[in-house]
């Protein structure tokens, strides 16, 4: 049975990937910083900004398939000239420094899993076509988030487990807002269909969660 671990599960993207999976008769790990259950979820709790705890929250996880990189922060109101810079950090551990960590956390059961691969969520505000400087901080913590990834792709590569990056849209969650194009269960089928499929020959790539693949 394919097994996948979902960060953020208890709500938006996260909440739908993790129901999505179930539907689909997977085994589904997700974690959440708070009290949270959801039926035919296993839920780790996690807070992604405690690095050290990322570490053990992971140990002794069966062989895994598939890891979903999924739990991030928009970050504070102010993101350009007069920075909030603690928040600026926050958002960086949260989405580009926490993923990195619970991949490497998640190393033994993704190595135990042949075939295994990981998906990262990002955004198309990560893109690097543009010269856009509102929410400085979240485009540059999911730049940030799309360079370790192809880091992890390139050295994980030679072991045969892939590492891929998804741009999910504008989706209607507590982030994207009511206005969002796309609804958190549409995008949740379309990650989990490129999780299903994508191999090692893929690595590295940026894909719509419609499948199609993207530039940074
Ligand atoms: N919505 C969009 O339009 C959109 C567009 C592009 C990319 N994305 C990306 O898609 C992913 C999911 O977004 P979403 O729209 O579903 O956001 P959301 O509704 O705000 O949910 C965010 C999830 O991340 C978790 N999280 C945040 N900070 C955390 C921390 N310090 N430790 C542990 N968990 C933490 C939240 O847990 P709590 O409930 O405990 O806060 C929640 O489960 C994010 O990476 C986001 O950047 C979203």
């Keep these: 049975m394919t097994h996948v671990l979902v960060t953020g599960c208890n709500r938006g993207i996260g909440r739908a990937l993790a129901e999505a999976a179930v539907k689909r008769g997977w085994q589904v790990t997700g974690t959440a910083r708070t009290d949270f259950e959801l039926p035919g979820v296993e839920v780790l709790a996690c807070e992604m900004t405690d690095i050290k705890g990322v570490a053990a929250v992971f140990d002794g996880l069966p062989p895994l398939d598939i890891l979903i ?14 920075m909030d810079y603690g928040g600026f950090a926050e ?3 949260v989405n580009s420094i926490a993923p990195l960590a619970v991949t490497e956390a998640c190393l033994p059961a993704l190595r135990a899993q042949a075939g295994s691969r990981v998906l990262s969520i990002s955004s198309q505000m990560s893109f690097m076509g543009y010269r856009k400087s509102t929410r400085l901080a979240y485009r540059a913590s999911k730049a940030a988030l799309n360079k370790v990834m192809q880091g992890v792709a390139t050295d994980l590569e030679h072991e045969g487990i892939a590492s891929v990056l998804i741009d999910p849209g504008w989706v209607r969650t507590d982030m994207g807002g009511p ?4 609804t958190p269960g549409a995008v949740a089928r379309g990650i989990l269909d490129i999780a299903e499929r994508v191999t090692v020959a893929e690595t590295g790539k940026f894909f719509r969660f419609t499948g199609e693949e993207r530039d940074f």
């Excluded at 990189?69 to 007069?82: E, H, K, L, R, T």
């Design 179 to 182: 206005s969002a194009d796309e």
């Design 69 to 82: 990189n999924n739990a991030g922060i928009y970050g504070p109101d102010s993101q350009a000239f007069g």
């Design 91 to 93: 958002v960086l551990a």
